[in-house]
Nanobody, 115 residues
């Protein structure tokens, strides 16, 4: 499985961005999909996860602002990010795997939120 993330950029605080992660292969629909982020000088953290059936989990820091979704017909997972804050600035990575663990990683996409 190969993952290609896109959609990062520069946005002002309070703005929105939508990240996309397109997956190759035929097993996308059975994969748990995750978005992670890593800010400069910090460890990578899990932002959101979506199961094959669409159940979602979010980090407390993004609850109510971010929405993860998936389109199995397009082999794509999305991260809609609203009400962005400067502390959301990070490189965002998509990941795919089973119920535990991430086996496949996309390249990062940089999100910069200016104050």
């Amino acid at each position: 499985v190969q993952l290609q993330a896109s959609g990062g950029g520069l946005v002002q605080a309070g703005g929105s961005l939508r990240l996309s992660c397109a997956a190759s292969g035929s097993i996308f629909s059975i994969l748990f999909m995750r978005w992670y982020r890593q800010a400069e000088g910090k460890q990578r953290e899990l932002v959101a996860r979506i199961t094959p059936t669409g159940s979602t989990v979010y980090a407390d820091s993004v609850k109510g602002r971010f929405t993860i979704s998936r389109d199995n017909a397009k082999n794509t997972v999305y991260l809609q990010m609203n009400s962005l804050k400067p502390e959301d600035t990070a490189v965002y990575y998509c990941g795919a795997g089973r119920i535990v663990g991430t086996d496949y990683w996309g390249q990062g996409t940089l999100v910069t939120v200016s104050s």
